[in-house]
């Protein structure tokens, strides 16, 4: 596998060990879980890895823990950020990628600027504008407060599914199966636009 070096010591990234695993360990399983956290703006996540799903007692686990707004990825993407933190140290605690050390996710962003030339500063920078969320390429206004509408669409053009869309589905409820496909950019208004009619229930379960 690639890796980079981390104060002089070999370092897998994270989405390297997840490709490694899925190549390897076909009958295996990633899950992850946010945990509640009591403490304002931390975000908790457990990740489990099980290489084979047909023996469970035999697994792996991996904890993270990131404050919202520590730094420029964390502004824009805490939780996306520590869920992947989570599942890297799980795998590491099955030892794929980690040979001599785990390192945190400013370590690894820090010597991958460092290994491109690039400063500090502008790292942050860059890091600020590819995390930045999309204005909508339709030209469409909050109805509400008329701030530009921030595109939250996934890469295929539909409709993200919930983060407890799982949960949502085994429960037999429609309501959050799906996120909004816009959002308001203006934090104080909060709006959020919903391109499709509400369906039943009935019509809904039906295409799953």
């Known amino acids: 596998m690639k890796t980079i070096d981390i ?17 390897n360990y076909p009958n295996g399983c990633i899950k992850t879980k946010k945990v509640d ?3 304002e703006n931390v975000v908790i996540f457990e990740a489990t890895v099980i290489p084979d799903i047909d023996k469970p007692d035999r697994f792996f686990n991996g904890h993270a823990e990131e404050e919202i707004g520590s730094s420029q990825i964390n502004k824009t993407s805490a939780l996306e950020n520590c869920e ?7 795998l590491a ?3 794929i990628g980690a040979d001599e050390s785990f390192a945190s996710g400013d370590e690894v962003a820090n010597a991958v600027y460092q290994q491109k030339g690039i400063t500090q500063d502008h790292a942050e920078q860059v890091v600020k504008t590819q995390n930045a969320p999309k204005t909508a ?4 206004k909050c109805e509400k407060c008329k701030s530009d509408l921030y595109d939250n669409k996934g890469i295929d053009g539909q409709p993200k ?8 589905v085994a429960e037999n ?12 950019s203006n934090d104080k208004c909060g709006n959020s636009i919903w391109d499709e009619p509400q369906v039943s229930t009935e019509d809904l379960f039906n295409e799953i």
């Open 37 to 39: 956290s009591r403490i």
């Open 84 to 90: 992947t933190s989570a599942v890297g140290r799980a």
């Open 7 to 23: 104060h002089g010591k070999p370092y897998v990234m994270v989405k390297d060990r997840v490709i490694h695993f899925n190549e």
């Open 173 to 184: 409820k429609v309501r959050g199966l799906y996120q909004p496909l816009y959002k308001c």
């Open 93 to 95: 605690m099955m030892g």
């Open 137 to 140: 390429e339709n030209g469409y």
């Open 161 to 168: 599914k919930s983060h407890n869309y799982d949960k949502l």
